[in-house]
């Protein structure tokens, strides 16, 4: 009897693996859908919408983090042969950087320089070095989902690929900190509804994504004077006291993953 009850163990035992694998392996493919992201701001524009004359300062370098999770529908096996779930996703939080050129761009060219005359007015030969323009954005984002399994029945590791749509509403604040020319520190900050789209390829645990973001505010100071402004004469561009300034940004990104 006991020699019976061990072969009936042994053999549901060697059976159930089988068994198991076989009823997960629909599901396994959409697994990892939460994670984090690091993303590597490649460009990003600060345009002032206010001013006659187009003026932009272009990104030297950015990085952004971001932490969330797609809940796709169905539940169970995807549309199309298990193929293509939807759904909703959610970044409970996001935050990037941006530090900005020294020079702007005025009408599509970029300067690399401020203009002799202004030089030679300046005592010091290096208070151009003072000058610097950053960015702050904090918030979170949502939207819609669409993945895509393009292999699920494959006998490679092929049918772990997945590629993934999404498309956010990111409210968000956001604070740019400038430098003028004497060293003094201006912030101002504003409530920023700003959109992005973008795509990534995910291969289980791990996930390689291009976006693009677009947002457009009016900045406030956060001091009791008024925002600065950009203003232009014949002596160059500089950042004056003023009202309220519209900045639009335009950025596109590439983000490394991990999803668990």
């Not at 004077?225 to 014949?234: A, H, I, L, Q, V």
């Given at each position: 009897m006991k020699r019976l009850l061990l072969g009936i163990f042994t053999a549901v035992a060697a059976v159930s693996p089988a068994v198991m694998s076989a009823d997960d392996a629909p599901r396994n493919i959409w697994k990892y859908n939460k994670g984090i992201n690091i993303g590597f701001i490649t460009h990003q524009g600060l345009k002032d919408m206010d001013s006659e004359i187009p003026f932009q300062y272009d990104s030297s370098?950015?990085?952004?983090?971001?932490?969330?999770?797609s809940y796709?529908?169905?539940?169970?096996?995807?549309?199309?042969g298990n193929r293509v779930k939807v759904g909703v996703d959610a970044r409970w939080f996001e935050i990037s950087y941006v530090k900005y050129k020294k020079y702007p761009k005025i009408d599509g060219v970029q300067l690399d320089g401020w203009n002799s005359d202004i030089e030679d007015?300046?005592?010091d030969e290096d208070i151009i070095d003072n000058m610097n323009t950053q960015q702050l954005h904090m918030g979170v984002g949502l939207g819609p989902t669409v993945a895509c399994v393009p292999f699920p029945n494959a006998?490679?590791?092929?049918?772990?690929?997945?590629v993934n749509l999404t498309a956010h509403?990111?409210?968000s604040a956001s604070a740019l900190l400038y430098k003028d020319e004497y060293g003094d520190t201006?912030?101002?900050w504003a409530f920023v509804p700003a959109f992005d789209?973008?795509?990534?390829?995910?291969?289980?645990?791990f996930v390689l994504g291009f976006e693009g973001k677009w947002g457009r505010a009016k900045y406030k100071s956060l001091f009791e004077?008024?925002?600065?402004?950009?203003?232009?004469?014949?002596d160059g561009i500089s950042m004056s006291s003023g009202q309220k300034q519209t900045f639009k940004n335009s950025s596109f990104r590439i983000n490394l993953g991990f999803r668990f």
């Open positions: 370098f950015g990085i952004s983090f971001s932490t969330g999770a796709l529908w169905p539940r169970s096996e995807g549309w199309a007015d300046w005592e006998d490679s590791a092929l049918k772990f690929l997945r509403f990111n409210p201006n912030v101002s789209f973008g795509m990534s390829f995910q291969w289980k645990n004077e008024d925002e600065f402004e950009n203003s232009f004469d014949s």
